[in-house]
């Protein structure tokens, strides 16, 4: 961990010695706040994030460092809290109409009150394919894998790589120099082998349809409006349970303004109903309210 954060400062004091005639550098504040309803409130999470990055002038290439503490409230006190570091690396490239925005994320967690520590490495070939002035295609993919290494049962130590995904692919219709609207599929798909002694092994796959309006207005404010809908959710364990979703929504809107000095402020905030079924018993709905703010400073 202290040389993840040695070498993020090191990179941080380069790219300020290499600086601003080579490089815009963003540096920022946001914080999030997931509540759910009272039957589901230990779910609930709180985050404090800083960031900084450095986009390259000469060459396609960019890099961000972040830093997340994360207050879980869990009926265990602050067991779930989480200090989180998350190092990305991206390009992009531009073939006619064609355009690819590869990116590489390296996240760390680490446990306040326990000794779990996670690793986990996200790519995401993002890609898209402008059609014409009015229709695009594009694709939002993340691959992730996270190595792990831990007693399953009370004897035996076994390694394994929990697998995770998310894929949408959709359409955008520009139907005006600052309107557009767009439609896609999406995808979560999660493995995980968790240690016996506290999560059992388990799947979760869902599939949505997602709907979206963009807005953007003279004074620089861009405003979206979006709706997510479940069409198939199950999360199956290898003993215990299994949960289904059916009819989960999500309905809320995002919001940016970037103004000429180089400040900007962003923020989203949705309601989030999911209606459950375990093992073919119906539960009470998990509802969720989920607020985002953030600063940005661009020198």
């Known amino acids: 961990m202290k040389k993840l954060l040695v070498l993020s400062l090191f990179l941080g004091l380069m790219g300020s010695a290499y600086a601003l005639e080579k490089v815009d550098i963003t540096t920022g504040v946001y914080m999030e706040s997931e509540n759910h309803n009272a039957e589901y409130n230990s779910s609930d999470v709180t985050v404090h994030g800083v960031r900084a990055k450095l986009d390259f002038k000469d060459f396609p ?7 997340e503490y994360r207050n879980a409230d869990s009926l265990s006190g602050h067991q779930g809290d989480e200090d989180r570091y998350k190092f990305m690396l991206g390009s992009r490239f531009n073939a006619g109409d064609f355009s690819f925005r590869p990116e590489y994320e390296l996240r760390v967690g680490d446990k306040r009150e326990s000794a779990e520590k996670n690793v986990g490495h ?6 898209g394919y402008k059609f014409n002035d009015q229709w695009s295609l594009f ?3 993340l691959f992730a894998y996270e190595p792990n290494k831990a007693y399953r049962g009370y004897s035996e130590t076994k390694t394994w790589d929990d697998y995770y995904h998310e894929i ?3 359409l955008k219709f520009k139907f005006a120099d600052d309107q557009a609207v767009a439609f896609g599929f999406y995808n ?3 493995k995980e082998e968790k240690s016996d002694m506290y999560q059992r092994a388990k799947k979760f796959d869902e599939w949505q349809i997602r709907l979206a309006y963009e807005k953007k207005f003279d004074n620089g404010i861009l405003v979206s409006p979006f709706a997510r809908i479940t069409v198939s959710q199950k999360e199956e364990a290898k003993e215990g349970y299994d949960i289904k979703s059916k009819g989960k929504g999500r309905y809320g809107v995002k919001m940016g303004y970037a103004a000429d000095n180089g400040l900007g402020v962003y923020g989203e905030t949705y309601y989030q109903n999911e209606p459950r079924e375990v093992d073919g018993h119906d539960q009470s709905d998990k509802n969720r309210f989920f607020l985002k703010l953030g600063v940005d400073y661009t020198f």
Do not use: D, Q, S
């Not at 290439?61 to 830093?67: M, N």
């Not at 996200?122 to 890609?127: C, E, G, S, V």
């Open 188 to 190: 979560e798909y999660k």
């Open 139 to 141: 694709n939002g993919w």
């Open 168 to 170: 949408e692919t959709g």
């Open 122 to 127: 996200r790519f995401k070939p993002n890609w």
């Open 61 to 67: 290439l960019w890099t961000e460092f972040a830093y």
